[in-house]
């Protein structure tokens, strides 16, 4: 059984950053592909980033591309999302997910890829 707890959000400004971190506890965690999701009330979760066990490869949601990094590491069994240039339709509880299992890079987006989940973290960012 793989555990995630996320930890970092808070309360920014406008333009603001944070650095969200998951940090995953179990059995083979190092080998899972995972992915930060987010959900704003009333809306759906939605995709955020992914990335391959290895670090090989990062995905992005067009929405935060070149604000947002998503970066890994497997020594300590971390995943981390460094969160730049807030503005406030980033608002949203932050949720990490991991799978072990072999995805497509269209896959990765996926909610119904991910079959671990943390409890979720919220983001904050006022105008």
């Known amino acids: 059984q793989v555990q995630l707890v996320e930890s970092g959000g808070g309360s920014v400004p406008t333009g603001g950053s944070l650095t969200l971190s998951c940090t995953l506890s179990?059995?083979?965690?190092?080998?899972?592909?995972m992915a930060w999701f987010r959900q704003a009330p009333g809306l759906e979760r939605e995709f955020v980033a992914a990335?391959?066990?290895?670090?090989?490869?990062?995905y992005y949601a067009d929405s935060v591309k070149g604000r947002f990094t998503m970066s890994r590491d497997n020594n300590k069994s971390e995943v981390y999302l460094n969160l730049n240039t807030l503005n406030p339709e980033d608002t949203a509880v932050y949720y990490c997910?991991?799978?072990?299992?072999?995805?497509?890079?269209?896959?990765?987006?996926?909610?119904?890829?991910?079959?671990?989940w943390g409890q979720g973290t919220q983001v904050t960012v006022s105008s």
């Open positions: 997910a991991a799978d072990p299992g072999i995805l497509s890079d269209d896959s990765l987006s996926r909610i119904t890829s991910y079959y671990y």
């Open positions: 179990g059995h083979t965690t190092s080998r899972h592909n």
């Open positions: 990335i391959r066990w290895n670090g090989a490869r990062i």
